[in-house]
């Protein structure tokens, strides 16, 4: 049995329409600069976190939010499920392995004030978009919910199968570059 991270994000609004987007630099490990690759470009991500023990998912995404956009939120609904599966047999009792494979509860949200509560934590830069203006450093998994959010579906589950290439294919490429991005049933 693989082992799996529980995670939970959403895609925040506010009164315009626009979406919360949190742009993240990528950790030094994908990219050595002696290597002579360019950096990889930041990408945009969901603001969210991961669930903590005894906590629900909801409970979870208002609190993340919170926290790392310093923005109170209300929680609409849940868009759906989105489950990556990391590439690599399972590891023998007491071996390390490939990461975990990660199921993502993406939820719908509302900005629940007119202006942060309070300061974000750092590690990304905060910005709001347009939907036509959205950028396109998006992950595999932000752009998927952004597409399903903003269609207006619920209940959506997807799956993809990462696919991962060798450095030298992809230069500074995340964990989830190589993932299929099309629905699994």
Do not use: K, N
Not at 3 to 11: D, I, Q, S
Not at 96 to 125: E, I, N, Q, S, Y
Not at 144 to 155: F, I, N, Q
């Amino acid at each position: 049995m693989r082992a799996l991270t529980w995670a939970v994000a959403a895609v925040v609004t506010d009164g315009s329409g626009r979406v919360l987007l949190c742009r993240q630099s990528p950790p030094a490990a994908w990219y050595a600069p002696s290597d002579g690759h360019p950096e990889p470009a930041a990408r945009y991500a969901l603001p969210g976190g991961r669930l903590r023990p005894g906590e629900g998912p909801v409970e979870a995404v208002a609190r993340d939010i919170l926290t790392e956009t310093g923005w109170p939120v209300e929680v609409v609904d849940l868009v759906g499920l989105y489950r990556l599966l990391r590439a690599g047999p399972t590891p023998a009792a007491g071996r390390a392995g490939p990461p975990p494979d990660v199921l993502v509860h993406v939820f719908r949200a509302r900005v629940g004030a007119a202006a942060p509560a309070t300061r974000p934590a750092g590690g990304c830069h905060l910005s709001w978009h347009a939907p036509p203006d959205l950028p396109e450093q998006l992950t595999p998994t932000t752009r998927a919910a952004l597409a399903d959010a903003l269609a207006g579906r619920s209940g959506v589950l997807r799956t993809w199968a990462a696919t991962p290439r060798a450095p030298s294919q992809r230069p500074g490429a995340s964990p989830d570059d190589g993932a299929d991005t099309r629905a699994l049933p």
